[in-house]
T-cell receptor
C-alpha cells in the first residue's frame, strides 16, 4: 500500500529565504508525482507535475525533483514571499492518487 | 471554462439524513474523483470514475455512493449521514485515466453532520 509522508508538517521562514519541502513515498511504481498548493478554505491548485521518467520540473521560482529509487521528491521555493504562505501537498499517482498530509508554510514579511 | 464546480459549498445535516453533493466539469475530462479532507488525515480518495458508466472505490468508500451517467457530472450520495462524515469534500478531474496528469479541483463542499 502506498504511503506518502511530508516533513515538516509546518514551516515558518522570513521573506526572501530559499526553502525546501520534502515528500517521501513507499512504492516506487508510480506514473507521476504532483505538487499542489492549498490556500485556507480553498481547493487545491496544481503547481508542478513530474512524470516518472523525469528528474525535475521548474515553474518560475519553483523547482520540483523526483528520485524514484529513493522514494523522494523535493519542492524548492526560491526567494520566498509572503504570498507563498499556504499548505503544500504532494501526491503520488500509482493508479490512484495518494496524498501526503501537507506542509503548512508561513513566510513572514 | 468554469472548471470544476461543486455544490453546495456548505451543508448541515442531521444524522440519518441523505443528500447529494454535486460535481460538474466542463473540460471534457475522462477522470473524475471525490476526496474528503480531514485534519490530521490529509486527503483520502472516496470514489473515482474513469469515464461515463464506470466507477470504482477508493480508500474510504463506505457510506457513499456515486454514479457517472455523463462525462460532465459525478455526484456523490450520502445515503444515511453519520457524524463521522463531517468533513470537507473535494471533487477533482483530469484529462486521462491512466497516468492521471494534472488534477483540477473544485472549491470544496463543507459538510457538518449533527
Amino acid at each position: 500500500k502506498q504511503e506518502v509522508t511530508q516533513i515538516p508538517a509546518a514551516l515558518s521562514v522570513p521573506e526572501g529565504e530559499n526553502l525546501v519541502l520534502n515528500c517521501s513515498f513507499t512504492d516506487s511504481a508510480i506514473y507521476n508525482l504532483q505538487w499542489f498548493r492549498q490556500d485556507p478554505g480553498k481547493g487545491l491548485t496544481s503547481l508542478l507535475l513530474i512524470q516518472s521518467s523525469q528528474r525535475e520540473q521548474t515553474s518560475g521560482r519553483l523547482n520540483a525533483s523526483l528520485d524514484k529509487s529513493s522514494g523522494r521528491s523535493t519542492l524548492y521555493i526560491a526567494a520566498s514571499q509572503p504570498g507563498d504562505s499556504a499548505t503544500y501537498l504532494c501526491a503520488v499517482d500509482g493508479g490512484k492518487l495518494i496524498f501526503g498530509q501537507g506542509t503548512e508554510l508561513s513566510v513572514k514579511p | 471554462n468554469a472548471g470544476v464546480t461543486q455544490t453546495p459549498k456548505f451543508q448541515v445535516l442531521k444524522t440519518g439524513q441523505s443528500m447529494t453533493l454535486q460535481c460538474a466539469q466542463d473540460m471534457n475530462h475522462e477522470y473524475m474523483s471525490w476526496y474528503r479532507q480531514d485534519p490530521g488525515m490529509g486527503l483520502r480518495l472516496i470514489h473515482y470514475s474513469v469515464g461515463a458508466g464506470i466507477t470504482d472505490q477508493g480508500e474510504v468508500p463506505n457510506g457513499y455512493n456515486v454514479s457517472r451517467s455523463t462525462t460532465e457530472d459525478f455526484p456523490l450520495r450520502l445515503l444515511s449521514a453519520a457524524p463521522s462524515q463531517t468533513s470537507v469534500y473535494f471533487c477533482a478531474s483530469s484529462p486521462t485515466f491512466t497516468n492521471t496528469g494534472e488534477l483540477f479541483f473544485g472549491e470544496g463542499s463543507r459538510l457538518t453532520v449533527l
